[in-house]
Each structure stands twice: as C-alpha cells, then as structure tokens.
C-alpha cells in the first residue's frame, strides 16, 4: 500500500526548476519510496550497498557513466567525493533540469557536500514521518493516543499487523549500529543507548548539556557530540527561543523534541492504554503537536516561523509562530475543555508584544487539545483541536 505524501507536489516542482532535487529525512520516512513512486521511470541507484558506494566514492566518473542522469541516488552521504562530479555533469549541461534525485538520512554530511559543491543547482526538501492528514487518508478511526504512541513513520501504518515495540527495538539497534558508528567513533554504544533513554524523558524540556552529562557519566563535550548526531540523523528537534528580546527578558536555551513521539514512547515504555496517566503525558503531547506543527508547516507557500518563548520569571508559551511581523502563540494542553486560566499566559504575553516597541502584532492564538469542537476562550484565544488547527494552517 503507497501512502500519498503531502510533499509530493513540492517535490515535482522542485524537479521542473533544479538540475538536482536532494531529499533529507531520518530512516524509514519514506524517502526511497516516494521518490520511487514519483519518478518510476529513472534508473534506480543505492549506495546503502558498499561496493556501489565504494565506486561512487574512489571512482566517481566511472560511476556516473555507468548511471547516467536522470538517475535516483539513495544514500548519497556514503560518497562525498561524487558531489564534486556532480557539479561538473550540471554545469556541463547547465539548463537541464531534473537529471539527479538524491535522498540522504544524515542531513549535516549532505548539507555540508551540497552548499561545498552544487549551491544555486539544487532544490532542497526534507521529509519527516506522516503526519496525522496523512494517516487518516487511509484510515479514520484511529484513536488519538494510539497514533500518538504507534508513532508515524509509514511502515507501521503500511502494516498495521506488525507490532510497534518490535519495531522500535529493530529501529534503536540498527540506529546505533549503523549510522552513530558512521557518524561518530562512540566506543561504547550502551553509555549511547542509555543517553538517549536519558534524553527521551527530558522531550519538550529545555536543554541542560551539563545534567544530561551528569546523568549519563559522560563529559559535557560528549554530550554535545552526541547530539549532534542525534540531530544530524533526524531523531530529535532543537527549538530555539525567540531572541527579540520583549523588555530583555528571554531565555536563550533552546528546547530539545524527539521527532517521533512512537519512538519516544517505546523509550519511555509508555502505551496506548497508559499515555492518559503517565507523568510524561503533557511532554508527549507537546512533542507530538511540534512533529505536526513542523509538518504542515513544510507544505505551505508562507511558513512561520516556529519558536518557543519563556523568561526569566518562567513564563512559557509552548510556540511562538511568526510571519510578517504578525505572532500567533499556541500552547498545548491534553484537555477536552480549558478555560481562561489556561489562556492566562497567552493572554499576558498577548499584550507586552502589542504594547512593545517591537515591530510585531499579536491577533490570534490557539490552545491545541482535545476538544471535539473549537469553541472561543475569549476574544484572542481559541481551543481548538490538531485536527482543525492542520485545516487552517493548510489554508493558509
């Protein structure tokens, strides 16, 4: 079963204006498939195999010429020195478009090869798991929770059969062989697991390098390293805080997020029927509302900007979305019904960014829960549920 991604039309696009298209995403977000699916007709080339990906590396000419464009590259990361032969194959030919598809799951190596050897030849996308429009286009009555803690990425909802715990202890080993000895020279890859354990329980939480480093027994500068692959292989979101100072009084750490909230869940051993009781229930959520944030945001003509916001005296507003100049501020709350205290702190910081020098202008905010109808908490704020909130944004 092929399951229609949002980003399909973009990608096509992309492929009308670009010589080259590049994909970025973590493992198993469906990457080789849509490219697969949306351009059936070109040669098909994975350098996941080590003797391909050994020619493309030492012997770049040969390889082209043995897949010559238009050709899908998979994994194009494991051969850095094809990209300068790349360039050469666009430049020689410069107006055609379309001739290398190229997907990548450890973004900083393929970013750092593309913005070297082919900036101004290629158009940039990156794919994350479903989002929830996604899922439910082939199926409507999935439970909130069971999504949240099945997780998205597209295996799992291709085969509803296959159990998630399964999958996850497959993913997390495979991970950590693969791509963390890739990446980086970790010696001992369960000081590894356990870090990222340690991080799982600390999603949606501002990031303190120095008790991660505490707990897992590491230096600070371990910690940095680790998450940098971690951030590199699309498996946690940093979130930075708005930096415009609203009277100088904002935080400059950012918040750390796992991708995936199936992951995340599978790490903290929380289930389906043990989410709504679960101390980590809110950082779940707020997890999960980023992922889709995120998300709808790739697909839309005018993206926000997404931020979070928090001060000095521990006021926090979960995200902080601006465009423009105009800021909407949405918090994220696992309720059916929430009221004007919960819209307090929107309400608050609603009125310092109006009555600020600032060139920014607060008119809409939104509490995201479990609401079945949006309904006014008054007259800035709406409860609104995730559902709804992706059909406005889209239309957007």
């Known amino acids: 079963m092929f399951i229609q991604r949002d980003i399909a039309k973009q990608l096509k696009t992309l492929a009308e204006y670009f010589p080259v298209v590049a994909l970025t995403g973590g493992r198993q977000t469906g990457k080789t498939t849509i490219m697969r699916r949306l351009f059936a007709e070109l040669t098909y080339v994975s350098l996941d195999l080590p003797s391909l990906a050994e020619k493309a590396e030492h012997s770049p000419a040969a390889f082209l010429r043995e897949f010559p464009p238009p050709v899908i590259i998979d994994e194009v990361q494991y051969a850095p020195s094809l990209f300068r032969y790349l360039k050469k194959e666009v430049d020689a030919n410069r107006h055609e ?44 009555d999935q439970p909130l929770a069971r999504i949240i803690c099945r997780g998205q990425f597209p295996e799992l909802w291709r085969r509803p059969e296959l159990p998630a715990e399964l999958y996850y202890a497959s993913y997390l080993a495979t991970y950590l062989e693969r791509d963390v000895r890739q990446i980086l020279n ?22 303190n390098k120095s008790e991660v480093a505490r707990d897992v027994g590491v230096s600070t500068k371990a910690i940095g390293d680790w998450l940098s692959v971690l951030e590199a292989s699309n498996q946690i979101v940093l979130l930075e805080p708005y930096f415009q100072n609203i009277a100088k009084r904002i935080i400059k750490s950012p918040k750390l997020y796992f991708a995936d909230t199936g992951l995340l869940c599978f790490l903290l051993k929380v289930t389906e029927q043990t989410l709504a009781t679960s101390p980590f229930l809110g950082a779940i959520w707020e997890t999960f509302v980023f992922s889709e944030l995120r998300k709808q945001n790739r697909i839309v003509s005018d993206p926000y900007n997404i931020f979070y916001y928090r001060d000095q005296r521990a006021r926090e507003i979960d995200f902080f979305l601006e465009k423009g100049g105009v800021v909407n501020l949405v918090e994220c709350k ?15 910081l609603s009125g310092e960014i109006n009555d600020s020098s600032l060139p920014l202008v607060n008119r809409e905010n939104f509490i995201i829960c479990n609401t079945p109808h949006s309904y006014p908490v008054d007259t800035t704020t709406t409860a609104i549920d995730l559902n709804r909130w992706s059909q406005l944004h889209r239309s957007r």
């Open 186 to 207: 970790v010696t001992n890859l369960r000081d590894f697991e356990r870090f990222v354990r340690i991080l799982a329980a600390r999603s949606a939480q501002m990031l």
């Open 97 to 140: 478009m379309g001739r290398f598809f190229l997907t990548g799951s450890q973004k900083f190596e393929l970013m750092k090869e593309v913005g070297d050897s082919l900036a101004g030849r290629i158009g940039i996308l990156e794919l994350e798991t479903l989002s929830m429009p996604e899922i439910r286009t082939i199926t409507t």
């Open 334 to 348: 696992w309720a059916e019904k929430v009221g004007k205290k919960e819209a307090g702190p929107i309400n608050q």
